[in-house]
């Protein structure tokens, strides 16, 4: 099998418009761990919002990365074998950042999120993920993270899809080398430690899988997906994702297309 360690985004990349997998994805899926592949997903969710969908893809064992991969999990017991995020001082100073101008933030430990608002785009957000927020009143979210002392994964801000690009710009220098701003979706801006992204979470199940990075391949749609994409070897972007991938991808069918299966069926071939 040519990669026999295949990683998926989820959102954009196997689920479709309407929040469901297909069927042909699934059998696709199956047939590669039948022949002996491993199958991770990598995405941007939380624990709480990727583990309930697993099912659908017929993972029940194995290995799943959330928060761009600063958190990896073992499926079946929940254990998590990788456990990072920001540091206090840094996660306290993202969110300052990020309230600026009056945004919609979200800041995420491993097992809840919290936002500084309530809103028809949370009430969209909590639907598509499947979670609920809790919601902070009465200070802002970065004097909150301090009271509360809060181990923070994962920070974004929800803004419209014209901000997101001079948001990421804005933020930028700003961050300096200690943090980066991504995006895994038009609508979201998320921030990050350096070190922890779906690049790094390939660094670790190839170190965990004990497979050189050569022989695994990655397969996603937006901006996070990208240091996925390079530390690959197997580089698949579907129709639907953003120029930035597919520049640098072997571009396949579609989210709504089943663009996955086949580049599973590229995953199979052999050498």
């Avoid at 254990?79 to 995420?108: C, I, M, T, W």
């Avoid at 943090?179 to 979706?185: D, E, I, L, M, R």
């Avoid at 990208?226 to 580089?235: E, N, V």
């Amino acid at each position: 099998m040519k990669y026999p360690l295949f990683l998926s985004d989820f959102d954009g990349t196997l689920v479709r418009g309407d929040g469901t997998i297909s069927e042909t994805n699934r059998r696709a899926i199956a047939a590669y761990r039948a022949a002996g592949g491993i199958f991770a997903v990598c995405t941007g969710r939380g624990l709480g919002s990727i583990l309930p969908r697993l099912p659908e893809l017929g993972l029940e064992e194995g290995l799943v990365a959330a928060y761009q991969g600063a958190t990896i999990a073992d499926i079946a017991t929940g254990k998590l074998l990788k456990n990072d995020g920001f540091s206090p001082e840094g996660a306290v100073k993202v969110a300052r950042l990020l309230e600026q101008d009056g945004r919609h933030v979200h800041v995420y430990t491993v097992d809840a999120f919290y936002s500084n608002m309530e809103d028809d785009a949370l009430r969209l957000y909590e639907r598509v993920c499947g979670v609920k927020a809790n919601i902070v009143t009465g200070m802002p979210l970065s004097a909150f993270i301090g009271r509360e002392h809060l181990r923070i994964v994962k920070e974004l801000a929800m803004v419209h899809k014209e901000e997101r690009a001079p948001l990421i710009e804005w933020l930028t220098p700003r961050l300096g080398g200690e943090y980066y701003a991504t995006s895994s979706s038009d609508f979201l801006v998320e921030v990050m430690p350096a070190t922890q992204s779906k690049g790094a979470a390939v660094d670790f199940l190839c170190e965990y899988y004990a497979l050189p990075r050569e022989k695994c391949a990655a397969i996603g749609d937006q901006l996070n997906d990208l240091p996925m994409l390079m530390r690959a070897s197997g580089k698949f972007a579907v129709a639907n994702a953003e120029e930035a991938l597919r520049a640098h991808a072997h571009v396949v069918a579609s989210v709504e297309e089943d663009g996955v299966a086949e580049a599973l069926a590229i995953a199979m071939q052999e050498e």
